[in-house]
């Protein structure tokens, strides 16, 4: 009899990253033989699912005060959440629970319920969530890492939500009520798309046996896509950035040191910060904004440019935008950030140091000057982030099934 696994996230459709990374999970275990079903929030955007009407009730942390009381219990485990998730459970009898994004809108008593029935718990990290109540490790604008040693009232001393003390304050309240301890007694694996999350998580008292690796892996049409153009395409004199257009990303500093330049730069994305970088630098011939584009327009972007640029200022965790790059058979000058870095080696990028602009420079120049060997950066990295490599590494190691 096939094992079964119970995904669960708080969204079922391509919202983000942890959406994407659940959905492709979901198809992979159903076409290598795995009983797959999912648990999320009750969403007008959902996808179809079998236990859809079993889904936690909507709720939001906007509108008015009774629809923020809710919103805050949730975040404590309370609410009908419970009762609805136990109702799959008892119908599904998963073998493993494998969590993605749970905080707020879920919370991690599911993976408490879970526990207490002596189910396999495995906890996919998509962001710092259980080390920074605010989730991405910054203040100011600048990498932090003040809650890491327990004291999360940080949140509220700084406001780190939006600058908003009630909405600090329920950040504080949810990380006090889900402890390391709490997380740790009820979760038997936390899997870590990169080294550098993993170290962090150990950084933080997290049990070293209980944190793995495992890299996120490319679902297999952008495979496919990128095996077909990684050979056929010819490159074109550009480099190129695809991602969001916010501070965290550097994308201010990458701007400033292109007008400089005379290389052609690409941007692929939008954000915060797009409508004023595309009245400052209108004037810049060398720098031309594409706004967001599709799936297949971000792969022959790559798959033609001579490398692109991930210039961050934040802890990138496994970033998909590298992880595409390289498997176009594109090489990717990257700052020393986050999990960037592990994805780079000698044959395929540089690393270069985040804002300082001298050292960006030199990797750009350094990068279009050089002769790459984009067939073998893409052979390397299409066997890497293979879903049969992940999903070998998934099965015996994580799920242990």
Known sequence: ????????????????????????????????????????????QNLPAHYQDRFASRVTFGGGLSAQWRAMKRTLGMGDVRERFEAVLDDFKPDVVHMHNVHSYLSPVVGELAHKRGIRVVWTLHD??????????????????????????????????????????????????????????CTDAFVCPSEFMAQKMRDGGFDSAKVKVLNNFLDPVKLVRYQQMSEDVPRQDYYCFVGRLSAEKGIENLLEVASRLPYKLKVAGSGTLEPAMRIKYADSPNIEFLGMIDAPAVASLLAKARFSIAPSQWYENNPLSVVESLCAGTPVAGSNMGGIPELIDSSNGIVFQPWEQDTLE????????????????????????????????????????
């Open 1 to 44: 009899m096939p094992k079964r696994v119970l995904l669960v996230n708080k969204f079922y459709y391509p919202r983000g990253g942890d959406c994407v990374v659940v959905l492709n999970t979901e198809a992979l275990l159903r076409e290598n033989g795995v009983e797959a079903q999912v648990f999320a929030m009750d969403y007008p």
């Open 362 to 401: 030199t990797a750009i120049t350094m990068s279009m000057a050089r002769d790459w060997d984009y067939a073998g950066i893409a052979s390397k990295a299409l066997q890497r982030f293979a879903p049969s490599t992940h999903l070998e590494t998934l099965m015996r190691d994580i799920y242990q099934i």
């Open 128 to 185: 710092y969530k259980l080390l920074c109540p605010r989730y991405d490790c910054l203040l100011s604008g600048k990498p932090c890492e003040k809650c890491f040693a327990g004291a999360k009232f940080n949140v509220v001393t700084h406001r780190c939500m939006k600058g908003s003390l009630p909405a600090s304050a329920v950040a504080w309240l949810e990380a006090t009520k889900w402890s390391r301890r709490a997380l740790e007694k």
